[in-house]
Structures are given as C-alpha cells and as structure tokens.
C-alpha cells in the first residue's frame, strides 16, 4: 500500500514538474518572440530613417545643383552696369522651372508682389530692389511701413525710428516717444543690449521694439541687409519700394506701367529697361507727359541718391524633390555678384 502511495505521489510530482518545465518554456518562447518582434521593429525603423536621411541627403543635392545653376546664370551676365527682369538670371523657365537632375527635380523660384498681387517667377532676386534697412533713414522706413503694413503714421513712425536706434552707435532716441535704446531691452524680462551696428541677417528685425512674426512675414520680403547703399534698382523695385524712396503714388505707376510695356507684363520683349539714374527722368518723359511736380520729385530723388539700375548681391531659392518622394528640400541662400555665398539656410 506504502510503495503504490509513493509511485503515485511520484508520477504527480513527474507530472508537476514537466508541466512547470512547459509553461516556463512556453514563457521564454513568448519572451522571446517579443524580443525578435522588438529587433524587427528597430531594424525596421532604421531602415527608414537610413532610407529618409538618404533621400533627404539626395534631395539637398539636388537643390544645391539649383543653386549652382542659379550661380552660373548670375556669372554669365555680361552687362553688369544694368539689371532687370529681362536679365536671363531674373526670369527664365527653361533654366529655373522643374529641371530634371538624376532622380529628382528643382526649381528655382521666388514670389513677385506687385499692387498686392503675388505671381510666381522662376527665376532669382536681386536685392537692390529691396530697401537697405541698415543704411535707410526713419522716413523711408516710415513709408514702406504705412504702404506695405498700412500702418498709421505714428505707429510706422515708431517702428521705423526702433531700427535706426537699434542699428545705430549712440544711446539718443531718433524721436521723443515710440522708439527703444538700450534702457529700454535691458529692462525687458529677458534683456539684451541695442545691436549698435549694421543688422547682419534678417532675423535680427525681431529684436526691435514693436516688430513680431506678424509684421515681419509681411514685410521681409521688401527689406534686405545687403548692399553699402540706400539706392535701389528702379529696374526691379516693387511699387511699395519705390514710394517708399520718396516717390510719388502716381508717378510710381507710371514707372512700373514704363518698364512692363505695351503687353503690361514683365520680362517680355516689349520691356523698357532705364539704363542709368541719370536718363530716368528724360526716358520716363518721353513714354508720358510728365508734370512739374512729377520731374521735380523724380529729379529730387535721384539727386538724392535713392535711385539705381544695377545690383550686386542676389537672393536665390531653390527647391528640389525626387521623384518617387514628397520630401521637398529648400535652399535659400545670398551671393554677390561673384558668386561667393553670404548666407546659407536648408529648410
């Protein structure tokens, strides 16, 4: 009776034992595949990063080609005294729109405003059509902000008057109230010192009192930090540009209506280009019958020094995309006329 006892309670125990063996195996089976699940899922997922940063590396070649094209295009312009849209490197389809290259394509582009209207024009802009913001005065300034902003005197005035304080080397307001010394960034919560010196990039706008991301997005593109003058290119210069050099509303009109020709289009053949800041007032006369006033505020600011027709720096974007991706990468960057690069940003 004892020995049948003890040879059941062994084969239970047999029993016991080979069933907590498979379940502990079955643990580990289950264990380990999540493990193999795991690896799968990280190799996997190295995979495609490995595959998106080759893309994107493929990408960014392919609009650094858009870059050099826009380069060479730049280089290739023999008559450098005199710039505008008929100028190849301002507006040219077939070298600047959806260029194959290997598996991929760019395009070289950059939004036109002109009377509140934006077109898209394959092709590059030169800066000179853009007001200096590191050698304009409070007026000019002042009336970019009004037309372009349509800001209220006072408040352009304001803002203008906290860029020149903020780029220039005293510690004097430009006007009694609305503008910003350095007394006024150091007691900001997190303070900074003015710049005391020309703006370096764009971005540096932000720093001065009054302007935010809003202001800013509407206005970049009629301001640039490059160039040693206040001139700008009659030839390019937008109608908000050109008031905003001093130029009267209704003479800016005629001026724009001047360059476009009869077709009221620009960079076509019928196009009329000023070929010196000298001839401006006597080649516009001969297109419209001018009025004393128009000659003298036309005289005026050339005399000033406001007006050219050439440039020598050049913003150029450039966009590419492969053809089986929607990755698009963007290159922006400034050259000068020899095709040294100023500024770089990939986005």
């Known amino acids: 009776m004892i020995k049948h006892t003890v040879a059941r309670y062994k084969s239970r125990s047999r029993f016991y034992v080979n069933g907590v063996i498979l379940i502990f195996a079955l643990w580990i089976m289950f264990l380990l595949s999540l493990f193999a699940l795991y690896l799968g899922y990280g190799a996997r997922q190295k995979a495609i990063i490995v595959k998106r940063l080759g893309q994107r590396d493929s990408t960014r070649l392919i609009a650094e080609a858009g870059v050099k094209k ?3 295009e730049i280089n290739r312009d023999n008559d450098t005294g005199v710039d505008s849209f008929s100028d190849y490197w301002a507006h040219n389809d077939a070298d600047f729109k959806d260029i194959k290259v290997g598996k991929g394509r760019f395009n070289v582009f950059y939004n036109h405003s002109e009377g509140g209207k934006i077109n898209k024009i394959f092709g590059i802009v030169d800066e000179a059509r853009k007001v200096n913001i590191n050698k304009a005065g409070i007026t000019t300034l002042q009336r970019l902000f009004e037309v ?15 860029i020149v304080d903020f780029r220039d080397a005293d510690s004097t307001l430009s006007i009694p ?17 003015c710049k005391d ?4 990039s764009l971005d540096e706008v932000l720093l001065v009192r009054g302007m935010n991301k809003n ?3 509407k206005i970049k593109g009629f301001i640039t930090v490059y160039g040693d003058s206040k001139m700008v290119n009659i030839n390019t210069a937008s109608g908000e540009v050109l008031y905003a050099v001093g130029i009267g509303k209704g003479l800016v009109d005629k001026i724009i209506s001047y360059r476009e020709g009869e077709d009221k289009e620009i960079a076509t053949l019928d196009d009329n280009i000023f070929n010196s800041s000298g001839s401006v007032v006597a080649q516009l006369s001969r297109y419209y019958s001018l009025s004393a006033d128009e000659v003298a505020n036309l005289s005026n600011v050339v005399a000033a020094g406001f007006i050219g027709v050439s440039s020598s720096y050049f913003s ?9 991706s929607a990755v698009i990468e963007n290159i922006n960057c400034i050259v000068d006329r020899g095709g040294n690069i100023l500024f770089w940003r990939e986005r």
Not at 148 to 162: F, I, P, R
Not at 316 to 324: G, H, Q, T
């Open 316 to 324: 150029i974007s450039s966009y590419a995309k492969l053809d089986y």
């Open 197 to 200: 010196a020309n703006f370096e």
């Open 177 to 193: 109230q609305g503008s910003a010394e350095d007394s006024y960034y150091k007691h900001l919560s997190e303070p900074y010192d």
């Open 148 to 162: 372009v902003l349509d800001m209220n005197n006072y408040d352009a005035k304001a803002l203008a008057a906290s």
């Open 70 to 72: 826009a380069i060479f």
């Open 215 to 217: 202001i800013f997005d």
